[in-house]
């Protein structure tokens, strides 16, 4: 037995048929509802008129459709070539914005080697100079060890210096006080 089919859902089938071209019939209905009476739809089909008569508008003239499909077929080939002529411009818009990206990176890349370069060049210097700097050094420790050992010969001769002005001294007075030794003893009475 065969479910029951109403009016609404005869109609929708029976306009899909329609707008694919075709009659409509009990048996296409059927292959689309997959339920209905063929009598409960022959009587539906009595009752139904093609959707464009519904809506009580004017026979399409037979001309009309050819050139609503030349129309149809000219529009879309103008969006076509209005689509492909935005894709490609908008392609060059990239394809250039790429190339002055990779002119960009180039310039970097350029920029980096240029200054990794001078990076190198300085930590050469870098090198030289602090290599001068500990042989300066190590000539500035040598000058200020001779400079302690002069000033210890230097202080050691001024302890001999004053040492020999001390000696220098003794003997220089000694002789004067044997000077006046001898004139004290000349001067006194003799006994």
Known sequence: MTAYITRAEFHG??????ADGRKPSAK??????????YSTIETHLGTWTPRDQR?????????????????TADLWHIALDSAKQQAMAEIERVVAEATEARTAAARVGEQA??????????????????ETVAERDQQINQRAERIRDWELEAARMEGEIASLHHTLAQFTAAPADASKSTKNAAQQPAA
Do not use: C, F, N, Y
């Open 13 to 18: 089938a029976a306009d899909q048929i329609d």
């Open 28 to 37: 296409a209905v059927r292959e689309i509802t997959k339920r209905g009476s």
């Open 55 to 71: 809506l009580e508008l004017p026979p399409i003239p037979a001309g009309l459709t050819a050139t609503v499909d030349s129309l």
């Open 113 to 130: 080697d240029r200054l990794a370069a001078d990076l190198a060049a300085a930590q050469q210097r870098i090198s030289v100079l602090e």
